[in-house]
Structures are given as structure tokens and as C-alpha cells.
């Protein structure tokens, strides 16, 4: 059975760091991107934050002004999501979605959106707050 599961949400006090995991099961991630989307309360789902294409390249938004990164281990078949300088206005769900890699738009991984996306984790909850 397919599965994205996502974990390493919580609380945490503003200017603190997570590391979110996607963990994949019953496929392997060799052949898919995997792009990390939130969506904060009352608002909708917000573009792609960042993505990981599984040939070494990956984007994430400018606006996240360096403190996101992603990261892959294919061991683990697990992506992670590493958030640094947390700010309030990061308090959201956290999800995980995967595209086959072939229709990631070439050269333009930021232009995936999220309704290119075939299928999505639960999310987990990120709050920062003090």
C-alpha cells in the first residue's frame, strides 16, 4: 500500500528550527519528485516550498530566504524538510506530495504546482509561537 507519512512537527518558539520527514512506503522515491507545500489556518494551500527532483537538484521558494532546505536519503526512502529562524507566520500544516519525475517542468522545479501533484501525506502540524 502506498504511503507518505509525514512526522516532526510540533511547537517551537520563534527563531528555533524542525526537521520534518517524509517517509515513503510500498514505493520508492527514486522515480518521483517530492515537494513540501503548508497551508497556514483560513488560508489555502500555498505553491511549492520545496522540492526535491531525485536527480540531485532541488528548489525551494525565494521568499523562504535560505531558512528551508530539503534533503533526501534513499536508504531510508525519506525526504526531509529542514526549517531553521522558524517566524510565526510559518505556523501551518505541513505536507508532502509526489510527482513522477518525468512532469517536473524542465529546469523550473518552483513551477510545479500543487495540483501537478498525484499523491499527498496527511501533514503534520508546525506551530511557532513563544
Known amino acids: 500500500q502506498l504511503q507518505l507519512v509525514e512526522s516532526g512537527g510540533g511547537l517551537v518558539q520563534p527563531g528555533g528550527s524542525l526537521r520534518l520527514s517524509c517517509a515513503a512506503s510500498?514505493?520508492?522515491?527514486?522515480?518521483?519528485?517530492i515537494g513540501w507545500f503548508r497551508q497556514a489556518p483560513g488560508k489555502e494551500r500555498e505553491g511549492v516550498l520545496c522540492?526535491?527532483?531525485?536527480?540531485?537538484?532541488?528548489y525551494c521558494a525565494d521568499s523562504l530566504k535560505g531558512r528551508f532546505t530539503i534533503s533526501r536519503d534513499k536508504e531510508k526512502n525519506t525526504v526531509y524538510l529542514q526549517m531553521n529562524s522558524l517566524k510565526h507566520e510559518d505556523t501551518a500544516v505541513y505536507s508532502c506530495?509526489?510527482?513522477?519525475?518525468?512532469?517536473?517542468?524542465?529546469?523550473?522545479?518552483?513551477?510545479?504546482?500543487?495540483?501537478?501533484?498525484?499523491?499527498w501525506g496527511q501533514g503534520t502540524q508546525v506551530t511557532v509561537s513563544s
Open positions: 506530495a509526489i510527482i513522477p519525475r518525468y512532469r517536473v517542468p524542465p529546469g523550473n522545479l518552483g513551477g510545479a504546482r500543487p495540483g501537478d501533484f498525484d499523491y
Open positions: 510500498g514505493f520508492t522515491l527514486d522515480y518521483y519528485a
Open positions: 522540492i526535491d527532483s531525485s536527480d540531485g537538484s532541488t
